[in-house]
């Protein structure tokens, strides 16, 4: 079953693309393990033209603790450079058990980098070097990365790297997954990538 659009924005201030919605029928389809994907992976691509060259769902965050139920669908990146790719991320809202309204504002032109593997990309900040983001992803990526001390580890490892900034002599290493985030504030010490305080957020 194919979707509808029910709605354009386009923003004079916004860097990317217009943003449109969409509304589909939830068909219960679901992974191999049981978890729901709401719709299938086909009806979303051929549905939204911003999704054309997307070739699978990474992942469904769909969260029912936000009121309405709202969260996101990711797909794998379209690659569009050296190290460069572009965003595929759905925000979408379940206004009723039946119906699952999507915004493709976040996968009509976002740029994200990566090193090895397109599925592993991250926001890069404006005035963040991506030679220098790209060290520390791999620091991260390879466990190289060390911890000051105790207060400085995280509560919850093993979330996905999202975003890397420069902030003075310090990088921001923010970490996400479904309602759960943390930001890491990094410095590099002869080479070594040290975290000297994590900012937990909260769990929803």
């Not at 549905?47 to 992942?59: C, F, H, M, Q």
């Not at 001390?149 to 999202?162: C, H, T, V, Y």
Request: net charge neutral; charged share 20%; glycine share 6%.
């Amino acid at each position: 079953m194919r979707g509808t659009i029910v709605g354009l924005f386009c923003s004079a201030a916004s860097t990317f693309a217009c943003a449109a919605t969409f509304t589909f029928p939830v068909d219960h389809s679901a992974t191999d393990h049981g978890q729901p994907l709401y719709v299938s992976d086909q009806t979303l691509i051929s549905t939204i033209p911003s999704l054309k060259g997307t070739a699978r769902r990474l992942l469904t965050c769909i969260n029912p603790m936000f009121i309405p139920t709202s969260g996101t669908i990711e797909f794998a990146p379209v690659v569009t450079g050296d190290h460069l790719a572009q965003a595929k991320i759905l925000n979408c809202q379940l206004k009723t058990p039946e119906t699952l309204t999507c915004s493709d504002e976040e996968a009509t032109g976002r740029p994200v980098v990566f090193d090895n593997e397109s599925s592993e990309s991250f926001a890069l900040a404006p005035g963040t070097k991506m030679d220098e983001a790209l060290e520390v992803f791999r620091a991260f990526r390879g466990s190289k990365a060390e911890y000051a001390d105790e207060k400085a580890q995280p509560w919850i490892k093993g979330m996905p790297l999202r975003r890397i900034a420069r902030e003075g002599a310090h990088y921001i290493v923010s970490f996400s997954d479904c309602g759960c985030s943390n930001n890491q504030v990094v410095e590099q010490r002869a080479g070594r990538f040290v975290v000297v305080k994590t900012r937990n957020g909260i769990c929803i």
